[in-house]
């Protein structure tokens, strides 16, 4: 296991709403990156937190977006989710050349 | 754009045998390339790493992976594989950006040993 953490591990929210998934990073490391794996394909970068600043962003509306903490924590927000949003998110932190994923939280939207 | 192929949807493999996974990469610069295995409902654990130095890498539960610049391949092998190798693997690309990097992936090889 990595260190990394995620909660919830899965939830059912439908069309409209708002959601926030939480990360808690491994011990010592500043970066936090979000992905979102939809079925059958390989994660997508959605963006990335360095020391509480956002550090890089895919191509992703502006209805995703997230926070890091001080103590590098992060959060992920959807608003008005839409049925494509059903997915794994996943997040990863690092402090150099590897990213340790947490085990994802799934998110159906229906 | 930077990419990542990973040609083969599904890799069958019997027990003992040696197995490939292809990935092939194109990236403009140096590429820093990445394999990673993900078991049903978990996460992504990091199995090895190319950065510089030599082609071949050596990574996590007996995998390896050769670097081949002119054909902008970095196929993941093992020698002999186990049933427990059954899983989802993932070749991904790294772009320098500060600190961490994002990682571009792709879509993924089913590998199914058998007994």
């Known amino acids: 296991e990595t260190g990394v953490t995620q909660s919830p591990t899965h939830l059912i929210k439908t069309r409209g709403q708002q959601v926030t998934l939480r990360c808690s990073s491994q011990?010592?490391?500043?970066?936090v990156s979000w992905y979102q794996q939809a079925l059958g394909q390989g994660p997508q970068f959605i963006f990335q937190?360095?020391?509480?600043?956002?550090?890089g962003r895919g191509n992703f509306p502006p209805r995703f977006s997230g926070l890091q903490f001080p103590n590098y924590s992060s959060e992920l927000n959807v608003n008005a989710l839409e049925l494509d949003d059903s997915a794994l998110y996943l997040c990863?932190?690092?402090?150099?050349?590897?990213?340790?994923f947490g085990p994802g939280t799934r998110l159906t939207v229906t | 754009a930077q990419s990542v192929a990973q040609p083969e949807d599904q890799v069958n493999v019997a027990e003992g045998n040696p197995l490939t996974v292809k990935c092939t990469y194109s990236?403009?610069?140096?590429?820093?390339l990445f394999w990673y295995v993900q078991y049903p409902n978990r996460g992504l654990q990091f199995l090895l790493k190319?950065?510089?130095?030599?082609?071949l890498v050596k990574g996590s539960y007996g995998f390896e992976a050769e670097f081949n610049k002119s054909q902008t391949s970095f196929h993941l092998k093992k020698p002999s594989a186990l049933v427990s190798d059954s899983a989802l693997y993932f070749c991904?690309?790294?772009?320098?950006?500060?600190?961490?990097?994002?990682?571009?992936f792709g879509q993924g090889t089913e590998l199914s040993v058998k007994p």
């Open positions: 937190y360095y020391r509480e600043e956002e550090n």
């Open positions: 190319y950065i510089t130095g030599d082609n």
């Open positions: 990863a932190s690092s402090d150099g050349w590897e990213q340790y």
């Open positions: 991904a690309v790294r772009t320098l950006y500060n600190q961490g990097g994002k990682l571009i």
């Open positions: 011990s010592g490391h500043n970066t």
């Open positions: 990236v403009s610069g140096n590429p820093y």
